[in-house]
């Protein structure tokens, strides 16, 4: 069964960085696309980046030029390096990874999020 961990969210000063970690294990034959999204209280859930299989990126129109999207494929895992935080970057920030698995069967699945917050 395939799994997926974020990590590396936390309390930041604005104009500070944090760099979040999305790992995905178990039998994982291929990977589809690792997918950011974030939450704020009271709004929808907004795209902030994502990353597929041959390495193409695509970020939202609010957090680029300050974030970036990598991948470490050996470790199924991609990173995303937030710079010049923003107040208005404060959410829950959750990560989607689509695949295949080992023995055929593709999977969707997120994590369980984490908690970024910029202060003032």
């Known amino acids: 069964q395939v799994q997926v961990v974020e990590s590396g969210g936390g309390l930041v000063q604005v104009g500070g960085s944090l760099r979040l970690s999305c790992a995905a294990s178990?039998?994982?034959?291929?990977?589809?696309?690792h997918d950011w999204y974030r939450q704020a209280p009271g709004k929808q859930r907004e795209m902030v980046a994502y990353?597929?299989?041959?390495?193409?990126?695509n970020y939202g129109d609010s957090v680029k030029g300050r974030f970036a999207i990598s991948r470490d494929n050996a470790k199924n895992t991609v990173y995303l390096q937030m710079n010049s935080l923003k107040r208005e970057d404060t959410a829950v920030y959750s990560c989607?990874?689509?695949?295949?698995?080992?023995?055929?069967?593709?999977?969707?699945?997120w994590g369980q999020g984490t908690q970024v917050t910029v202060s003032s």
């Open positions: 989607n990874v689509r695949g295949l698995e080992s023995w055929g069967r593709e999977f969707d699945i």
């Open positions: 990353i597929t299989g041959d390495g193409t990126t």
């Open positions: 178990g039998s994982i034959f291929s990977l589809y696309s």
